[in-house]
């Protein structure tokens, strides 16, 4: 069965860091993209990120790019997210997503973990 | 911010058809695949179109998508109550470098 869960959620100071897991199982991970995607409390999703199966292409939105670090272990079957300069706005629910073929088609998602930025 | 842009809600009579759109541009609809989830309350999204108008295995064929041009839609027949769910489009943006969602609409089942 393929499976997805994240973990590294949790409350932070703004300005704090944070890193982020998404511990794949069921099927190779290094054959395969894999996202970041967001969603704030009571709001709509959010991309994030994406990086490809090698590593060799990497893209991150606008709200987070500078801030935000995607990165992937395809031997431990693994992908992160390290989250640095942390604001209130980044405060959601971040779900790690498989990208089936192409970019967009998010065919598999893991059950998410929240980031809350407060003081 | 979203740049895909779709209804806020859509409601329907079981039994009825629904029909959502999502309006983007030439960077991403217009030139990249369309994707719809379909995100049950308290549950992560799951995809329910791919590529336009493929619906994965297990989706009924209710369900059912399509593209014009720089907009899509998403078609649900024969409306049931475990319909009730937020739906979101999604493409690949050129000029971004990224994907983009739609604003996302919520079924209602009257």
């Known amino acids: 069965e393929v499976q997805l869960v994240e973990s590294g959620g949790g409350l932070v100071k703004p300005g704090g860091s944070l890193r982020l897991s998404c511990a794949a199982s069921?099927?190779?991970?290094?054959?395969?993209?894999m996202n970041w995607v967001r969603q704030a409390p009571g709001k709509g999703l959010e991309w994030v990120s994406s990086?490809?199966?090698?590593?060799?292409?990497?893209y991150y939105a606008d709200s987070v790019k500078g801030r935000f670090t995607i990165s992937r272990d395809n031997a431990k079957n693994s992908m992160y997210l390290q989250m640095n300069s942390l604001r209130a706005e980044d405060t959601a629910v971040y779900y790690c997503?498989?990208?089936?073929?192409?970019?967009?088609?998010?065919?598999?998602w893991g059950q998410g973990t929240l980031v809350t930025v407060s003081s | 911010q979203s740049v895909l842009t779709q209804p806020p809600s859509a409601s329907g009579t079981p039994g009825q058809r629904v029909t959502i759109s999502c309006s983007g541009s030439s960077s991403n609809i217009g030139s990249n695949y369309v994707f719809w989830f379909q995100q049950l309350p308290g549950t992560a999204p799951k995809l329910l179109i791919y590529?336009?108008?493929q619906r994965p295995s297990g989706v009924p064929d209710r369900f059912s998508g399509s593209r014009s041009g720089t907009s899509a839609s998403l078609a649900i027949s024969g409306l049931r109550s475990e319909d009730e769910a937020d739906y979101y489009c999604a493409a690949w943006d050129d000029s971004l470098s990224g994907c983009v969602f739609g604003t996302g609409t919520k079924v209602n089942v009257l």
């Open positions: 590529r336009n108008n």
């Open positions: 990086i490809s199966s090698s590593s060799s292409y990497i």
């Open positions: 069921g099927f190779t991970l290094s054959n395969y993209s």
């Open positions: 997503a498989r990208d089936a073929s192409i970019w967009g088609e998010f065919d598999q």
